[in-house]
């Protein structure tokens, strides 16, 4: 069996703002914020109170539900802030950052030879556990489960997305310690998937399965890779890690310490000199987009993530947990006269309904945030399909999630979907329906049903 | 630009308000809204469902324009005073015959949406703007206005809105009204006498004792089931210098708008071609019945039967029903699967019941109605083929 995945469904969304390859450090952020709400479904227990000093890598608060799993600051200093919103639910927790960072020193293990136990209970009081996701539901992997196997997607196929080849450079190390370890986690494989022809660090990884891939997004997907390598049956489990989270993992293994650095892309259409930025997990994005970036006061959208999947934020905001990119593109709240009939040239579509970006198949568009349309029933059928690579009717499973039909759901295959799968067709949705949140929607419903 | 702020002022105004639905569905059709996106994606793809029916609807336009000009030379062929078919006599009596039947099928049927939209609170959604330009493609020219405006209203209630409107119905809003009225007034939805301008009030008129000829205005497949000899030629017939309902004849028309929505991917390519595949296959079965000498050349099916099987492609509705109707996505199979098996049937139908129906020898409109009934049956299956493989794996597994 060949190991290459290649996937002929798909869009590339072309967009202006890509990144430079040229990494700069960015300024210090004074204060670093965690929301809970980047972890879905976690309901937080502070162990931490204002007041409190924290060391980097120091708990600040644990799952409620699991309570082994610890979620520690990224950086030591001071808890300033608890901001608690309806049901005194915590928002986010501000931590203002020391001028010389002191670590929280964990044991040091030999990932050779540690046993499947020692790894995890490291993992899981070193705060790295979080950053192990799985499937079902896309939520923060169970510890009590053990995974049929790991994977870990080395290709971001998004639009202007972080080249992994670049952010992880010089990291070999790390990723190695990393994925040797986990893989004493799972009885199955771990697999790696590189983008084909690409020159990845990821690459010379041993002790994993890997994967050459190639193809339009969602190729890069960990969804998309699931479904063509492995698929989740019922009673099963996958893990899934961001690359970048590996890194850290690999370094608190080899050092004990857990240092939060990330590089980060800024980019977008709104952004003068897109590029990279080295940071540290929660820090502020004011810290990264005005210099050479986007001008005060502009009317354009910052986002945490990528265009398609990633969390709006203020320009007073912060990163958030996992991502390790900042995309900001103009905001589209005007009107346009017209708009729905007269032939357009500037946006991207899959149909050729006077729409003409299908004669310049390379050209890159400056997007903006206007819907472009209005919220409608479910009309149109057999585009999503076009760019929905895995085997699951697309359009069925949304329907059996919004009338929350559980055996459906299930049947439909439910277990194998995150809601970033259905980012192409929520894209490309004609009646605007937001797909990613009727997936995340459904996904809870099975989790409180069966668990 | 004072509009532009006037129009968004007035929409914050009725925000909330019963009749902002109302406002929303004219302020849209001017201005693409100001809407922008929450979380989920951030940037959305070009089309909305306004682009979607208005691609559909400049694909008939052709077939519209056509139809009027038809609509007057066939009246004065029949009346014996042929003129040219690109002639202002012949658009002016297409001009004040098919306008009326577009302004009432539009204005009946928006009204009645609108309606809906305000009591039920919900925007306009865009389904009647293709609904509202079939039906006049799709009946008599001299059905009086008033049937077409019960037969609309019929429609778009009981075939549409109480099955929750836009994307919710099982059949297809244009048939319903269409079958409503073939099965209201058949007199005027079938038979030799309603398919050219004039031929009703003549044979009235005759009736009450004048001494004038009677216009016959007979179909190409009503002159088949009754025997008749047919004077058009193929290229009258693909063409659609014919009688029959408005837009429906120019099978020319019909299939360059037809390759316009494949070539837009708005309309289903799966559908149209296995629709076609399906007439074929009929067209062929009888051919072969009719020349193997199993049925009687005294029978009244003997005509329709021998017909070449790839006639059946340039007569009647049969074109414009597969383009136009059947790729209908609401009331179509969902699937890419199902829509192969859907249009088939279709297809396969359609020209069953054309030839075995002698008093109304036109079959597309039933065949569609019925495939939309069973196009959800077809999804199902198709979708538990997939459901199947799910358990198969799980099965292999634990086993």
Not at chain 1, 79 to 105: F, H, M, P, S, W
Not at chain 1, 201 to 206: D, E, I, N, V
Not at chain 1, 391 to 420: R, T, W
């Amino acid at each position: 069996m060949s190991n290459d995945i290649k996937i002929t469904k798909g869009l590339d969304i072309k967009l202006e703002g890509e990144a430079e390859k040229a990494l700069e450090s960015a300024v210090i952020s004074n204060t670093c914020t965690i929301r809970p709400e980047d972890f879905h479904g976690v309901i937080p227990k502070l162990v931490a109170r204002v007041g409190d000093k924290v060391k980097a890598g120091g708990s600040v608060f644990y799952d409620k539900s699991n309570e082994s799993v610890q979620f520690v600051s990224p950086v030591s200093g001071e808890i300033v802030d608890i901001l608690r919103g309806e049901k005194r639910k915590i928002l986010a927790i501000k931590i203002q950052a020391d001028k010389t960072q002191v670590y929280q020193e964990n044991e040091k293990i030999n990932v050779q030879s540690a046993n499947a136990e020692t790894i995890k209970s490291l993992l899981l009081a070193s705060g790295c556990w979080p950053f192990i996701k799985q499937r079902p539901y896309d939520v923060i992997a169970n510890p009590q489960k053990s995974p049929k196997a790991i994977f870990v997607s080395g290709y971001n196929s998004a639009p202007l997305a972080a080249d992994y080849d670049f952010v992880l450079q010089g990291k070999e190390a790390e990723l190695q310690a990393a994925v040797t370890a986990l893989g004493k986690l799972t009885e199955g494989k771990v697999h790696v998937s590189v983008k084909q022809g690409g020159s990845s660090p990821l690459s010379g990884l041993s002790g994993v399965t890997m994967h050459q891939v190639s193809g339009p997004h969602p190729v890069g997907n960990v969804g998309t890779q699931i479904n063509k390598i492995d698929p989740v049956n019922k009673g099963e489990t996958v893990w899934t890690i961001n690359p970048q989270d590996l890194v850290i993992i690999g370094e608190l293994l080899l050092t004990g310490k857990f240092n939060a650095e990330r590089i980060v892309a800024l980019v977008g259409s709104s952004v003068q000199k897109p590029r990279y930025f080295k940071t540290k997990i929660g820090s502020e994005v004011a810290t990264m987009i005005y210099d050479n970036g986007v001008e005060q006061n502009g009317n354009y959208r910052v986002i945490s993530g990528n265009v398609l999947s990633g969390k709006q934020v203020k320009p007073d905001g912060n990163l958030d947990y996992y991502s390790n990119l900042i995309t900001v593109i103009p905001e589209g709240d005007d009107y346009e006269l017209f708009g729905w009939n007269k032939p357009v040239f500037n946006k991207v579509s899959t149909t050729r309904a006077m729409t003409f970006s299908w004669l310049n198949p390379n050209k890159k568009y400056n997007l903006n945030t206007n819907t472009n349309g209005e919220h409608r029933a479910f009309v149109l059928t057999g585009n999503y399909e076009e760019v929905f690579p895995l085997d699951i009717y697309p359009m069925q499973i949304l329907k059996s999630c919004m009338y929350n039909d559980l055996d459906e759901m299930e049947a439909l295959g439910m277990y194998e979907v995150a809601p970033e799968d259905f980012a192409l067709t929520e894209f490309v949705c004609v009646s605007k329906q937001p797909h990613q949140e009727i997936i995340r929607r459904g996904l809870d419903v099975m989790i409180k049903e069966i668990g | 630009m004072g509009l532009k702020s006037n129009l968004h002022n007035l929409k914050e105004k009725y925000k909330g308000t019963k009749y902002a639905p109302a406002f929303n569905a004219l302020h849209t059709f001017l201005y693409l809204p100001n809407e922008t996106t929450h979380n989920g994606t951030h940037i959305k793809a070009a089309d909305d469902l306004k682009r979607t029916m208005n691609t559909v609807i400049m694909a008939m336009v052709p077939c519209l324009i056509f139809g009027m000009f038809n609509a007057g030379y066939q009246h004065f062929s029949a009346l014996g005073t042929p003129v040219e078919f690109l002639s202002w006599d012949a658009f002016y009596i297409g001009l004040i015959k098919v306008l009326p039947l577009l302004i009432v099928s539009y204005g009946v049927g928006l009204g009645i949406e609108f309606l809906f939209a305000i009591i039920k609170k919900h925007e306009v959604e865009e389904g009647y703007l293709v609904t509202g330009m079939l039906v006049p493609l799709i009946v008599p020219i001299d059905i009086p206005l008033w049937m077409l405006a019960v037969a609309v209203a019929f429609g778009v209630v009981i075939g549409k809105e109480v099955f929750g409107g836009t994307g919710m119905n099982i059949l297809n809003p244009a048939l319903t009204i269409r079958a409503f009225l073939f099965f209201a007034y058949p007199t005027w939805m079938s038979g030799d006498k309603v398919w050219v301008h004039g031929a009703v009030e003549r044979s009235q008129e005759i009736a009450a004792g004048a001494n004038v000829d009677a216009i016959s205005g007979e179909t190409i497949l009503g002159s088949l089931a009754q025997g008749h000899e047919i004077h058009y030629s193929i290229s009258d017939m693909f063409f659609g210098f014919i009688p029959g309902s408005v837009g429906e004849t120019s099978t020319f028309l019909i299939l360059l708008g037809g390759l316009f929505l494949i070539f837009t991917k708005i309309g289903s390519w799966r559908i149209m071609l296995s629709s076609v595949l399906g007439a074929l296959v009929m067209g062929l079965i009888f051919n072969g019945v009719a020349s193997s000498g199993w049925i009687a050349e005294s029978s009244k099916f003997y005509a329709l039967m021998n017909t070449e099987f790839w006639h059946h492609l340039l007569i009647g509705g049969f074109a414009f029903g597969t383009v136009y109707m059947a790729t209908d996505p609401v009331t179509a199979s969902q699937t890419n699967k199902g829509k192969w098996i859907y249009g088939f049937l279709i297809g396969f139908l359609s020209i069953m019941i054309r030839v075995f129906n002698p008093a109304y020898p036109e079959g597309v409109m039933l065949a569609i109605l019925l495939m939309n009934v069973f196009a959800p049956t077809i999804d199902h299956y198709v979708v538990q083929a997939n459901v199947k493989k799910r358990m198969k794996r799980l099965k292999v597994k634990t086993a």
